[in-house]
């Protein structure tokens, strides 16, 4: 009898799954984007849990079909970098206003969901996922058991909002914006990873609260485009705020008009990863999940 009970949870469990992964919008319009306005969306479309709540609203324009995936399937830095060459030129290059809207108010979570669905439906879109063995960057500390200035424990006690006001509201403490801070010059918003106006000219300045490190390695993963995956390998546990600014590579042009790249003097990723942060990469390999792509195609019409 316990075995049969069993056998009805999981299957009720695994049906609960599927529901919620089907779920759709009530209302959905893809189209081509036509518009010359500035990319936008009612929230931010990025990997992290900064949200702004919306009464079920999905709307955007003038964005890449590559940023609607990224963001429906919660893809960082890791991911991408095996997902982005499978992908076709035009996902990169066409652009397509989302209006869309669900019952209720879903979380930021089960817009993705919603998302999955509207991207199958619409592009065709298909992937699965696997497991592949690849050379790495591991985030090592630089000296045992010490972090640098800028990596700092996540204090619970802390208040940590992940709502962001909307164009219309004005910032409160439960809704602060993207540009506040706290205490150590890190973000007011949690979960996320905001870039900051940086102290010189030219430089990269972003930084977070309340992240693992293995969060902060794929998504550094992506930003610092080093050629491999970025994993954590500190041995340290629990969340943590954290700032980081370095100097932009700057390149040469291939016009022999062109003006020669100003100084841009400032430490580079790797010696500001190790200076302010503490952590040094080292190479190594690991498995990581990656996303294959089956199918996808031009949107079906409304």
């Given at each position: 009898?316990?075995?049969?009970?069993?056998?009805?949870?999981?299957?009720?469990?695994?049906?609960?799954?599927?529901?919620?992964?089907?779920?759709?919008?009530?209302?959905?319009?893809?189209?081509?984007?036509?518009?010359?306005?500035?990319?936008?969306?009612?929230?931010?479309?990025?990997?992290?849990?900064?949200?702004?709540?919306?009464?079920?609203?999905?709307?955007?324009?003038?964005?890449?079909?590559?940023?609607?995936?990224?963001?429906?399937?919660?893809?960082?830095?890791?991911?991408g970098q095996y997902l982005v060459p499978q992908l076709p030129g035009w996902t990169r290059t066409e652009r397509f206003d989302v209006q869309a809207h669900a019952d209720g108010n879903p979380g930021k979570d089960d817009m993705r969901l919603l998302m999955r669905a509207l991207l199958a439906d619409r592009f065709h879109l298909a992937m699965h996922r696997e497991t592949r063995e690849v050379p790495v960057l591991a985030l090592v500390l630089a000296k045992p058991g010490k972090t640098g200035p800028s990596l700092q424990p996540h204090l619970d006690t802390a208040p940590c909002p992940t709502n962001a006001p909307n164009p219309s509201q004005q910032p409160t403490p439960q809704m602060p914006a993207p540009t506040q801070t706290v205490a150590g010059g890190f973000p007011a918003l949690c979960n996320g990873i905001f870039g900051m106006p940086?102290?010189?000219?030219?430089?990269?300045?972003?930084?977070g609260r309340n992240?693992?490190?293995?969060?902060?390695?794929?998504?550094?993963?992506?930003?610092?485009?080093?050629?491999?995956?970025?994993?954590?390998?500190?041995?340290?546990?629990?969340?943590?705020?954290?700032?980081?600014?370095?100097?932009?590579?700057?390149?040469?042009?291939?016009?022999?008009?062109?003006?020669?790249?100003?100084?841009?003097?400032?430490?580079?990723?790797?010696?500001?990863?190790?200076?302010?942060?503490?952590?040094?990469?080292?190479?190594?390999?690991?498995?990581?999940?990656?996303?294959v792509l089956d199918h996808v195609e031009h949107p079906t019409e409304n």
């Open positions: 009898m316990r075995a049969a009970r069993s056998v009805v949870a999981a299957l009720l469990l695994a049906s609960a799954a599927a529901a919620q992964t089907t779920q759709t919008f009530e209302v959905a319009s893809v189209r081509p984007s036509k518009s010359d306005e500035s990319p936008y969306s009612n929230f931010p479309l990025g990997p992290g849990d900064v949200y702004v709540p919306n009464g079920g609203l999905f709307s955007a324009r003038n964005l890449p079909l590559i940023t609607y995936i990224f963001f429906a399937y919660k893809i960082i830095g890791n991911q940086p102290a010189t000219p030219g430089h990269q300045h972003i930084g992240l693992t490190l293995a969060f902060l390695a794929d998504s550094l993963s992506g930003g610092a485009n080093l050629g491999r995956p970025m994993i954590d390998k500190t041995g340290l546990t629990g969340t943590f705020d954290f700032t980081l600014e370095w100097a932009r590579e700057q390149r040469l042009s291939a016009d022999p008009g062109a003006e020669p790249p100003t100084d841009n003097p400032g430490p580079s990723f790797q010696e500001a990863l190790e200076d302010q942060l503490g952590i040094k990469l080292q190479s190594d390999k690991a498995s990581i999940n990656v996303y």
